[in-house]
């Protein structure tokens, strides 16, 4: 089944201690990226990547890293998160970055 | 900055109606784009796309317009049915293929 996965689906941390959400896709797609998103704000892009080893920032890059090693995987890292990162997190892929994405379940992260 | 915004933050239609959900974008470079349904719970689903060298897009009880002049797309729903209650956002790719949401309006289909 074609399918974007994330991983953890929930997660509660503390202000500061390095996490990282995987995201992996089995439908070989180029473009991968990855969306907050908060009450009345929508989603928000905060990386995406256009192929292995290329990352470019979205809207809201700050306090995120990402990173492209592999086609299918692009996990996302928060190397000291802080309370204003509580967001749910979506990944999604495409073909290419005009076509269109597929989003997995999402992640809900709460930050204390 | 590049923007996307939704006309309504809600819409109620009763079943069996017409629904359409407007979106404005502000950079006149958008070259593509496209409308999610989310249901509660849920990542957001793709409804439909368009790109800009095309007016109109039609797809299973759907229907997306672009007018490039005003920076305006909507989606059109036929017959809407209860199962259509969702938030629907619309996107557009910018420069750099960087893509902006709009804010979403859910959309609340009365029996």
């Known amino acids: 089944e074609a399918q974007v996965t994330q991983n953890p689906r929930y997660l509660i941390t503390v202000t500061g201690k390095k996490l990282t959400v995987t995201c992996s896709q089995n439908?070989?797609?180029?473009?991968m990226s990855w969306y907050r998103q908060d009450p009345g704000l929508g989603l928000r892009q905060i990386y995406y990547?256009?192929?292995?080893?290329?990352?470019d920032k979205g809207d809201v890059p700050e306090g995120y890293k990402v990173s492209r090693k592999e086609k299918r995987n692009f996990p996302l890292i928060l190397e000291s998160p802080s309370p204003n990162q509580t967001s749910l997190y979506f990944c999604?892929?495409?073909?290419?970055?005009?076509?269109?994405?597929?989003f997995g379940p999402g992640t809900r992260l709460t930050v204390t | 900055g590049e923007s996307v915004g939704l006309h309504l933050p809600t819409l109620s239609v009763q079943e069996g109606d017409n629904s359409i959900i407007n979106c404005a974008y502000s950079?006149?470079?958008?070259?593509?784009f496209i409308w999610y349904k989310q249901e509660s719970g849920k990542g957001p689903q793709f409804i439909i796309d368009?790109?800009?060298?095309?007016d109109k897009r039609q797809g299973q009880r759907v229907t997306v317009l672009l007018n490039k002049t005003v920076k305006h797309l909507s989606l059109q729903i036929a017959a809407t049915q209860p199962g259509d209650s969702a938030v629907y956002f619309c996107?557009?790719?910018?420069?750099?293929?960087?893509?902006?949401f709009g804010t979403g309006t859910s959309l609340t289909v009365i029996p």
């Open positions: 999604a892929s495409s073909w290419k970055s005009a076509y269109e994405q597929y």
């Open positions: 439908m070989n797609h180029e473009y």
């Open positions: 990547s256009m192929n292995v080893e290329v990352t």
């Open positions: 950079n006149s470079a958008s070259d593509y």
């Open positions: 368009i790109r800009s060298n095309m």
């Open positions: 996107a557009a790719r910018g420069s750099g293929n960087q893509f902006y």
